[in-house]
């Protein structure tokens, strides 16, 4: 088989999202894809994805305002091996040496691209080490690489792993000559993707005539950032079939604060404040009377005006609001609590420091969402609430129940002027 999308991971994500993407390419153009799939762990699906040949993608959620849902099969899948089983590396090296492949993808979680002093194939840079490896020994074309993990600089830090087991291995010029005429791309992916939509299944599976367990759903929103040269799109057509793809020279950056502050940053304000108000459910949440206006107010009055004058920033968060009232979405409160003292300093902090520093002042929605954060950990690691208790994992991260102490487990390091302004503020709405 001769193919021209090698793919490590075979997650609900990617498939809901690339590989559906390379469906609507095929459909658009008449020009398909064959894509491998490499299963980057020891334990996963691709047998059962190549023995099926076809999968199904459930999307549900608002598109130009108006909600609506479509299932579309998704054919792409030719092929795939697992390297950790008898047979499987060998498979995978056969494959690298396609002579129409073209694009190298992944989605292996933000733990999977990293480097460990192991001399065989044992992970997903090693892996595609070997398989450039192979390709360099045979003179072949050079190949795009996209990784999908939601770490920064992901195509950077892929090259970089991939460099350092060339050395490990003593590999020949001929491989590091090969490996920089290889294009990595930095990239920035958002798509919420529930997974595979139990309750809608039996339904789709009458429909069909039959089962289909690879079914997945995704919501109609989607954005993909691609940074580098536009030679991808002779590779990869996304324009070509109205997908919401952008290929950046070096905007990248400002896409992935923009996520990162609103979307993400959205989601962390609100758990402490719809947990301890009895509210499990995102969609909930932003449909209540009482919580609609303060996430307006925090979206447009706080978190875009503290790092944008764009419209386009605002436009990206009325989006947001949409996305999260899709009422196809189950998501839970508990699970984005998880970890909240680490996502606080990621995603609410910018927001803190970067309004305080343009304005003056502190953004009084932010802050009012942060005080229900400390009332949320103010207890001995176990939350009750309206819906039945909840478990802090990270409460060991908090270094004491007073306000100065919350503050710096919060967002440790924080300049002096607004630390104080923060401990006033926070200490005064304590006492009302």
């Known amino acids: 088989m001769n193919y021209t999308v090698m793919q490590f991971g075979e997650g609900n994500f ?175 992916v958002d798509r919420i993707v529930p997974g595979f939509p139990a309750k809608d299944a039996p339904e789709i599976f009458r429909r069909l005539g039959k089962e289909d367990h690879n079914l997945t759903m995704g919501e109609f929103f989607h954005l993909f950032v691609i940074q580098g040269e536009k030679t991808i799109l002779d590779v990869l057509p996304f324009h070509k079939a109205g997908l919401n793809v952008i290929v950046t020279a070096d905007k990248l950056p400002s896409y992935r604060e923009r996520k990162v502050r609103i979307l993400n940053g959205v989601h962390t304000a609100s758990v402490p404040v719809a947990l301890l108000a009895g509210v499990e459910l995102v969609k909930d949440f932003v449909k209540n009377e009482r919580f609609a206006p303060m996430l307006r107010k925090l979206v447009h009055d706080e978190i875009v005006p503290a790092f944008s004058d764009d419209p386009e920033a605002h436009r990206y968060g009325d989006d947001v609001l949409e996305r999260f009232s899709n009422p196809a979405l189950e998501h839970s409160f508990r699970s984005i609590a998880l970890n909240s003292v680490a996502k606080s300093n990621t995603r609410l902090r910018p927001t803190l420091e970067g309004y305080f520093e343009k304005y003056g002042e502190l953004p009084t929605t932010l802050v009012e969402c942060f005080s229900a954060m400390i009332s949320f950990y103010d207890c001995d690691g176990v939350r009750e609430l309206p819906k039945g208790p909840f478990v802090l994992a990270d409460f060991s991260r908090i270094k004491g129940r007073t306000v100065p102490k919350m503050v710096d487990s919060f967002f440790p390091g924080l300049d002096l002027p607004l630390r104080e302004a923060l401990i006033r503020k926070l200490e005064h709405a304590g006492k009302r």
């Not at 694009?103 to 194939?121: K, L, Q, W």
């Open 14 to 188: 990617i498939r809901s999202f690339f590989d559906w993407m390379l469906q609507r390419i095929a459909d658009a153009t008449g020009e398909g894809h064959k894509v491998f799939l490499v299963q980057p762990i020891s334990n996963g699906r691709v047998k059962e994805l190549v023995e099926a040949g076809e999968y199904h993608v459930l999307l549900k959620g608002f598109d130009e305002g108006e909600y609506k849902e479509l299932l579309e099969p998704v054919s792409v899948i030719a092929g795939g091996a697992n390297p950790f089983e008898r047979g499987g590396m060998e498979a995978l090296l056969d494959a690298a040496l396609s002579p129409d492949l073209r694009v190298v993808t992944s989605n292996t979680t933000e733990a999977g691209i990293f480097f460990e002093e192991r001399m065989d194939p044992h992970n997903f840079p090693s892996l595609l080490a070997a398989v450039l490896r192979a390709r360099a020994k045979k003179a072949m074309s050079p190949l795009h690489i996209l990784p999908l993990e939601l770490i920064e600089n992901n195509g950077a830090t892929l090259k970089r792993c991939v460099e350092q087991y060339g050395r490990l291995w003593g590999c020949e010029p001929a491989f590091f000559s090969y490996l920089d005429s290889c294009a990595f791309y930095d990239t920035l």
